[in-house]
């Protein structure tokens, strides 16, 4: 495989899941709010690119990078969880609350998006 295929493929197969996950509307079937729920997945993915990049420059190996973006998205779907709960128990009330609901999910198709690329990175270094 080429160079350049080697470069674009993962960011394709990226696409694809994205595609994928907001034809399903995977965040919606996660718990997010059904107004953004496919917003978020096209949020993440743009800062999840900027989060690989980062890790990219930095020479994090793939192996390192999938498993700390890996645990960073379970961590943001948790604070997004808890803000959906403390936001429902106020009935709207708890902006706060609200916001970690919302960025949460952000955070969370950001680490994936990250993770995933990360993953074909790791992938690429040991074929």
Known sequence: M??????????????????GATALDLPKMLGAHPWWSVKVIWIGLIIGLVGFAVG?????????ASGGFTVL???????????????AASFAEDAVAGQMWYFGWIATCAFTAAAVLSLFRYWQQNR
Do not use: E
């Open 2 to 19: 080429t160079h350049a295929k080697q470069t674009i493929l993962p960011f394709v197969l990226l696409l694809l899941l994205a595609g």
């Open 73 to 87: 998205a379970i961590a943001s779907y948790a604070v997004a969880a808890v803000g959906k709960t403390r936001f």
């Open 56 to 64: 990219a420059g930095l020479k994090l190996s793939g192996r390192v």
